[in-house]
């Protein structure tokens, strides 16, 4: 538990020293936003700062920084690390410069932001890979709550098969709303309670690790503490803990708020803010799942340390917190996914629509863009329900489609700096280490090539080689 504290108070300080440096080094300054110069009713439109920050959040959460950390936490207490150096040096940054980023660019998309700065090729590629990379975001936020949403409704809408048929169908006609309706009209309205439900379901469970104050493994014992997992901890963790560190996805959602936000100088509460808060709640999760997996907490709840994710949180939320609070936690937990699925859809329109120039205002647009994204989306889920491996296939191509776009990401900020004559190294050592991270990853995992771990190693190191010496050439060049 001493570990949980230190990392608590290192996130907390983060973003106020950190942070703060962090926005110095960009800059923001009073020139109008997106929201103000661009308004459109729709897309465009000022919002209060505080509702902006709880829709960045619960854009960003998804399930990543609770079933990430709690199947982190079998890597042992170098999760606490990761978590808290991820999220202060490489996801906050991420976050915020990619949001300001867009910010200064009308709020463009990312797509137009990397091609911008990475060139037109690159755009391309990034336009479809962004674009795979949110229908199946889309897909499998509708599929994960659908399931736990069926646990709870079991034998009210039938067996929990027929009640988690009905959630999917639920859930997925909310997203088709939700990605054509005006942004304040139904996001801007419910996201607060969802954010309620999320935030409670932390407080709650940290309220119970600082009662209970459990005896776990701490940062300092990692040479000893056997991990619970048969994956080698590089690159493995750095992609199964994505959200609660650093993920690629945020920054096609941060977009989203950028057309939103009616000051530059929001920008760090928002951007750099909810990813400290997102790392929070990751830590909470590990925190609790390392009780849970090595000290005796799953005795508590009736279950066993080789629980898989959704059994951890339904164990602890229904065990831990009593029948109301297991209900708010466990609609928390839904309520991630489900804020993260509608915005990736809506992500993805925005981002197609920006690529073909056709404006959003009109309805008749708007379907004209949205409808092919549905019908893929709908395929992916029948694939989900149809091949009992299908969530588990998609979710680990997500995963590293995930940090690979984060890759891109800290590349376009890294060029972006350079060119600004700013201290472009805030982004560079992220961008070096997650090259490295996601190349070892497709090398090695069962979702890639599967070659011996040390190949993996060796080409992650050339990688990092490789683009260090690329980036001095092109540095040297824009002199």
Request: glycine share 10%; with cysteine; charged share 10%.
């Amino acid at each position: 538990m001493v570990s949980f504290v230190l990392s608590l108070l290192a996130l907390v300080l983060g973003y106020v020293l950190y942070g703060r440096f962090v926005a110095r080094v960009f800059g923001p300054d009073d020139r109008p936003t997106p929201a103000v110069a661009l308004a459109d009713g729709v897309d465009y439109i000022v919002m209060p700062s505080w509702k902006i920050f709880m829709i960045q959040f619960l854009n960003i959460a998804g399930t990543g920084p609770i079933f990430g950390a709690i199947m982190g936490a079998k890597f042992g207490p170098a999760a606490y690390l990761w978590i808290v150096l991820g999220c202060i040096f490489a996801g906050a940054t991420h976050d915020y410069l990619s949001g300001m980023l867009s910010v200064r660019h009308g709020g463009a998309g990312l797509p137009e932001l990397v091609g911008h700065y990475l060139g037109k090729n690159t755009r391309r590629v990034m336009l479809a890979f962004s674009v795979l990379l949110l229908v199946m975001v889309g897909a499998v936020f509708v599929y994960s709550p659908a399931l736990i949403l069926g646990g709870m409704t079991e034998g009210v809408l039938g067996d929990a098969a027929v009640s988690s048929m009905v959630w999917v169908g639920v859930i997925f006609a909310y997203y088709v709303v939700a990605t054509m309706m005006p942004i304040d009209k139904i996001i801007g309205k419910v996201y607060p309670l969802f954010a309620f439900a999320l935030l409670f379901m932390a407080v709650a469970l940290l309220g119970v690790l600082l009662l209970k104050w459990p005896s776990l493994p701490e940062v300092w014992t990692m040479g000893t503490t056997e991990p619970l997992t048969s994956q080698p901890l590089f690159p493995c963790l750095f992609i199964t803990i994505a959200c609660g560190a650093i993920s690629g996805f945020h920054a096609t959602q941060s977009p989203l708020m950028a057309r939103c936000i009616k000051s530059e100088r929001q920008g760090r509460p928002i951007f750099y803010g909810a990813m400290i808060t997102e790392g929070i709640v990751a830590l909470i999760w590990a925190t609790v799942s390392s009780w849970f997996f090595y000290d005796g907490g799953a005795e508590t709840v009736g279950s066993t340390a080789a629980a898989q994710a959704p059994e951890v949180v339904t164990a602890v939320a229904n065990g831990w917190l009593g029948t109301l609070g297991g209900i708010l936690a466990l609609l928390g937990v839904v309520a991630a996914p489900i804020t993260s699925g509608d915005t990736a859809l809506r992500s993805a329109r925005l981002i197609i629509a920006e690529a073909i120039g056709l404006k959003q205002r009109a309805l008749g647009s708007r379907l004209a863009v949205s409808v092919p994204l549905f019908a893929v989306t709908a395929l992916l889920i029948g694939y989900n329900i149809a091949d009992a491996g299908g969530f588990n296939t998609i979710w680990g191509y997500f995963g590293w489609a995930n940090q690979t776009l984060a890759v891109f990401t800290l590349w376009t900020v890294t060029v972006y700096l350079v060119k600004e004559g700013k201290p472009y190294w805030i982004a560079l050592a992220p961008a070096l280490f997650m090259t490295a991270v996601s190349l070892t990853f497709i090398l090695v995992s069962d979702n890639g090539f599967r070659l011996p771990p040390a190949v993996g190693y060796a080409c992650g190191a050339a990688a990092i080689a490789v683009a260090a010496a690329w980036f001095a050439v092109w540095k040297h060049r824009q002199r």
